[in-house]
């Protein structure tokens, strides 16, 4: 199903000098690796099992494949190490930079991806843990985050950005392959994108890939949630069009190097946004 389509490089295929500095980060070598294929990245992921029975996550990128991959790299580490405890995250453990690689670890989430097309029980783990997180993450506790409004500035539609403000923690680029469900709940993973923003913009923009495969009615839990509740529908809806709008509007532009497949899916995600909008407006919402 159409969710994620890295072109992923494995963890034998790393330079020896990652692999070192993987076990300096660590303190222990790893000695057995489990390639993770979600996500669009052309970078490793790799759950990892330490020598000293420890296990961790450990992503890695080249910029030679990707040239803004290290960036992103880079600034998730620092949204990472400014996540107050208690947020449903995973436990950044360290990044590094080596011949050009970058690479950061985290504590291993005992999870897995959502089944798409998306079940009622994953869905209840990701929406409990969006509202918690627009909760303890109003007001924003990571200093330095740019605002929803300036990160998506030039590419969401004005009536749509004139909507997305807040001083929330937002992740801003949730989809199932950014979720990982536990027997606790669901954690919430990737956040290079992080801003301030709406409280309810993650739980909106999770529920447009929750309609995209179906099997539930999204715009009832709209209504229903403690989170979009009480947000006036048309708000809703001109913010969907907007993003809408950005999708397709990216899908046209040429493919990012490393990145064969993303262009796909903003291609599918914006009709599929096209479909959802055009519902809600016959519907008067």
Known sequence: MLGSGGNRVSW??????????????????????????????????????????????????????????????????????????????????????ERGWTGLVFAEVDGRTPHLPWRADDLDAALTALDHLARAGTPNPVPGLPSVQESLAGELPADALALVGGDTLVHLDLRADNLLVTAGGAAL?????AGVGAPWLDTLLLLAEVDRFGGHDVDELLT?????????????????????????????????????????????????????????RCSGS
């Open 12 to 97: 034998a295929d790393l330079p020896p000098a990652v692999h070192d500095a993987v076990t300096g980060l660590l303190g222990s070598p790893v000695v057995q690796t489990v390639s993770q294929p979600g996500g669009f990245s052309p970078g490793s992921a790799d759950r990892v099992l330490l020598a000293d029975g420890r296990r961790a996550f450990v992503k890695t990128v080249d910029p030679a494949v990707n040239p803004f991959s290290g960036t992103m790299h880079r600034r998730e580490a620092r949204v990472a190490r400014a996540l107050p405890a208690g947020l449903p995250v995973p436990g950044f453990l360290g990044a590094f930079e």
């Open 189 to 193: 993973v990737d956040w290079p994108h």
């Open 224 to 280: 229903r949630l403690p989170v979009t509740g009480d947000v006036d529908p048309a708000v809703l809806t001109t913010v969907l069009a907007g993003f809408a709008t950005f999708f397709l509007d990216r899908a046209a532009q040429p493919p990012p190097p490393g990145l064969p497949t993303l262009r796909t899916f903003q291609q599918v995600q914006g009709e599929a946004l096209v479909r959802w909008v055009e519902r809600r």
